[in-house]
């Protein structure tokens, strides 16, 4: 029975309470990657495996331990997206996305599943918003997408988070490196979890990020890559430093940030903060100019970066950064008696034509426990229909907050006296961040 009424361990329902502060955040982040030009791409949750272990890399954590991986009816390998870019590349090669002008900008949110050990901020069910850019191998896309990122914390007004930057080379550099990890690594055989052990002939470079705190004690005195990049890569590096001095976004290099995704070159990025315990990296992204090619696409150089949104929240909360409320009942219209119920129901809909939150008994309840309703739900103002009301087809609108009450008609006067109050359809965050425009044109009812 318990499994009935637990949601599965590492996951967590998004509740009507909790759930605007989510849709802020998502508009928030998918209108300020508009303005730089990026537009939604949705792909499926479930991708083939091999996908993954093309992409992320076959010696990485997420795909030596963490995937949710079956074989389906059909005897197929699939496996439930564990990132968002891998889905959105395959994506851009299949449909040709990249036959177009270029550079291709896509943002995603996206539910992504890992098989990890839960705790706050780490779930096995967790939701990105990321963006990716194919097509430009210039520092100024680097930029760019760093500057993306830095923007809608800056609109989200969060603070304590560090922008961490590095570059982990190419594969003309890369190879040098691998020889110095090895190297070291050799030197710490017997102490290597069996895992890692078997990293080093493989990919000496994922012993970086093993979780298991010998491995990474060890790590912790291993040669950095910043130390063995090409020219090439030095001078990219520099463009992209460069700019962001210019933008002025503040930065540190962090030399032993290697991410845990194998497909990286070059730059490679972390917003992190201090304040939401263990988990503490709320943004991470960097180059990928293999990528698109490994996937069986002309050779395209790409980046992006993904955010957690649980991790994002948790920082905004322990901040208490205060995010717009929901937006409550404008009008309630309690009735008595059915020809006044079925008054009130018309008066709603015309009402929610003009954009107006309005709300009335659906219950059958007593005037007395739709007036109690009326002030659970927070409801700005209210009005009672009866038979007299509808006779004269005037009632009293009661402002809720003062108690005070005035006649109206229920005609136009009724429509105006909530405009007048300021409880139009601009009271919506959502359309705040949208526009009015924008609703009209969704709604068809273009000026
Ligand atoms: P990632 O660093 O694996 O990169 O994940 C990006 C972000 O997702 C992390 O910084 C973190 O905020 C969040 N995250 C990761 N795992 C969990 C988890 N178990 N629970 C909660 N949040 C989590 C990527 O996924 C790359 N695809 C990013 C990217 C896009 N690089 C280039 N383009």
């Known amino acids: 029975m318990a499994l009935l009424t637990k949601a599965p361990r590492g996951t967590q329902d998004i509740l009507p309470k909790d759930s605007y502060q989510w849709r802020f955040l998502e508009t928030v982040a998918m209108e300020t990657a508009a303005l730089f030009g990026f537009k939604e791409i949705r792909t499926p949750t479930f991708e083939h495996t091999e996908l993954f272990h093309r992409s992320v890399g076959d010696t990485t954590d997420v795909v030596q331990k963490e995937m949710y991986t079956f074989t389906d009816k059909g005897n197929r390998s699939i496996t439930l997206k564990p990132e968002g870019t891998a889905g959105a590349v395959r994506a851009a090669v299949e449909h040709g996305l990249l036959a177009d002008a270029l550079p291709l900008k896509v943002s995603y949110l996206t539910s992504c599943f890992r098989y990890e050990k839960p705790q706050a ?17 210039s520092p100024a896309a680097d930029a760019e997408v760093i500057g993306l990122a830095y923007e809608i914390f800056k609109v989200l007004q969060v603070q304590n988070l560090t922008l961490e930057l590095n570059s982990i080379g190419c594969p003309q550099c890369r190879p040098k490196y691998h020889q110095a990890l090895k190297a070291y690594f050799e030197g710490h055989k017997d102490e290597l979890c069996e895992t ?14 093993c979780k298991s705190p010998v491995c990474s004690e060890i790590a912790k005195g291993a040669p950095v890559v910043l130390d063995f990049i090409c020219d090439e890569c ?8 460069t700019r962001l001095d210019k933008m002025g976004i503040a930065y540190t290099v962090n030399p032993h940030i290697v991410r845990g995704l194998d497909y990286y070159t070059k730059t490679v990025f972390e917003f992190v903060t ?29 980046l992006g970066f993904a955010m957690g949104l649980e991790r994002l929240l948790l920082l905004l909360a322990a901040q208490q950064n205060e995010l717009p409320e929901p937006r409550a009942c404008e ?28 709300e009335c008994d659906t219950m059958g309840r007593s005037v007395k426990a739709q ?15 009866g038979d007299s009301e ?3 087809g005037k009632a009293q ?6 108690g005070e009450s005035s006649p109206v008609e229920l005609g136009e006067e009724l429509t105006r006296r909530l405009y007048d109050a300021g409880l139009a359809r601009a009271t919506s965050e959502l359309s705040d961040q949208i526009g009015d425009a924008d609703i009209l044109r969704l709604l068809g009812q273009q000026e």
């Open 234 to 241: 030095r001078e990219h590096f520099e463009g992209v430093k």
């Open 331 to 358: 009008l309630y219209i309690a009735s008595i008696g059915d020809a006044a119920n079925i008054k009130a129901g018309e008066l709603c809909a015309r009402l929610r034509d003009e954009g107006f939150y309005v």
């Open 397 to 402: 609108l009661k402002d809720m907050d003062t």
């Open 390 to 392: 509808l006779e004269s």
């Open 121 to 137: 901020g780490r779930l096995r069910e967790f939701h990105q918003f990321g963006v990716e850019m194919l097509g430009s191998q």
């Open 274 to 302: 201090s304040q939401i315990g263990a988990q503490g990296t709320v943004c991470g992204g960097g180059r990928y100019d293999g990528l698109v090619e490994e996937l069986g696409g002309a050779k395209t150089p790409g």
């Open 371 to 385: 007036m109690k309703y009326a002030n659970k739900i927070g409801a700005k103002m209210s009005m009672v229909l």
């Open 196 to 209: 890692c052990l078997s990293r080093l002939e493989t990919n000496p470079m994922r012993i970086l990020d």
